[in-house]
T-cell receptor
Framework: EAGVAQSPRYKIIEKRQSVAFWCNPI?????LYWYQQILGQGPKLLIQ????????DSQLPKDRFSAERLKGVDSTLKIQPAKLEDSAVYLC????????????FGPGTRLTVL | QKEVEQNSGPLSVPEGAIASLNCTYS??????FFWYRQYSGKSPELIMF????GDKEDGRFTAQLNKASQYVSLLIRDSQPSDSATYLC????????????FGAGTRLTVKP
């Protein structure tokens, strides 16, 4: 079974630029999550999708971050414009349902904002 | 107060010893509790989950949950150098939608 795929793996941009990350969840997983993990901290949930609907985006900085999952499969997370404090690893995870199902993580995208 | 708190470590134990990792959480409505292992530069991987008060054993790992004290722990018996990693405690269920809240993690080093 293929795992969660993410791209790119690494990205370096300058502040005020825009960046987008892509995630393809495990086939059949209805729930998709985006996390931000700053160095030395645990992952912080940014947004949770159930199919193509948003379940929780309470911790998403909506003035600069946006995410979509239009067809209920893959998803993109965008930052526009980026700030220095956005430097982090962006993890995508998926699970079979929105209950208490195990979340499987992708390899992450490491973003450096200069 | 952070939702999930862990000692950042580093925790260092000799090979073969028992490593004890602790976690407290603030939301009494939390319903399920997870331990993830994260090697440097890698993504988290699930080790164990526990829902009910008491102990749950899986091989060398034992998770312990005390909901009254809002405390969950992970014991690693016969620690091996390959267990050296950051261990993340996570809780969910307070909002009923599998929204995971993670602690900052405890860095464990097992010395040969």
């Amino acid at each position: 079974e293929a795992g969660v795929a993410q791209s790119p793996r690494y990205k370096i941009i300058e502040k005020r630029q825009s960046v987008a990350f892509w995630c393809n969840p495990i086939s059949g997983h209805a729930t998709l999550y985006w996390y931000q993990q700053i160095l030395g901290q645990g992952p912080k949930l940014l947004i949770q999708f159930q199919n193509n609907g948003v379940v929780d985006d309470s911790q998403l900085p909506k003035d600069r971050f946006s995410a979509e999952r239009l067809k209920g499969v893959d998803s993109t997370l965008k930052i526009q414009p980026a700030k220095l404090e956005d430097s982090a690893v962006y993890l995508c995870a998926s699970s079979t349902s929105g209950g208490f199902a195990e979340q499987f993580f992708g390899p992450g995208t490491r973003l450096t904002v200069l | 107060q952070k939702e999930v708190e862990q000692n950042s470590g580093p925790l260092s134990v000799p090979e073969g010893a028992i490593a004890s990792l602790n976690c407290t959480y603030s939301d009494r409505g939390s319903q399920s509790f997870f331990w993830y292992r994260q090697y440097s530069g890698k993504s988290p991987e699930l080790i164990m989950f526990i829902y009910s008060n008491g102990d749950k054993e899986d091989g060398r790992f034992t998770a312990q949950l005390n909901k009254a004290s809002q405390y969950v722990s992970l014991l690693i018996r016969d620690s091996q150098p390959s267990d050296s990693a950051t261990y993340l405690c996570a809780v969910n269920g307070a909002r009923g939608n599998n929204d995971m809240r993670f602690g900052a993690g405890t860095r464990l080093t097992v010395k040969p």
